[in-house]
């Protein structure tokens, strides 16, 4: 499969971490910020684990705004 061909299918997955709020635009850029492979982070959403203290969620307009809520209330 030529390289071209892989970007088509490439599905970027905003991700959100639930201690800070901050919503990275993908699941690499979240492990980047991190400082782990993104296979950890990855794993750390599908298995609920956290990733270096951190909680990692796929973001959905839900979990975002309850995340802002939160963030206002402390």
Same mark, same amino acid.
């Given at each position: 499969?030529?390289?071209?061909? =892989?970007?088509?299918? *490439?599905?970027?997955? =905003?991700?959100?971490?639930?201690?800070?709020? $901050? *919503?990275?635009?993908? $699941?690499?850029?979240?492990?980047?910020?991190?400082?782990?492979?993104?296979?950890?982070?990855?794993?750390? $959403?599908?298995?609920?684990? =956290?990733?270096?203290?951190?909680?990692?969620?796929?973001?959905?307009?839900?979990? $975002?705004?309850?995340?802002?809520?939160?963030?206002?209330?402390?």
């Amino acid at each position: 499969m030529s390289s071209l061909h =892989r970007a088509v299918h *490439v599905k970027h997955r =905003r991700v959100l971490c639930v201690e800070s709020g $901050i *919503v990275h635009a993908s $699941i690499a850029a979240a492990a980047r910020a991190l400082g782990v492979h993104h296979r950890t982070a990855s794993r750390a $959403i599908r298995m609920g684990y =956290r990733c270096r203290g951190q909680r990692l969620q796929l973001a959905t307009s839900c979990n $975002i705004n309850a995340a802002a809520r939160q963030r206002r209330l402390l």
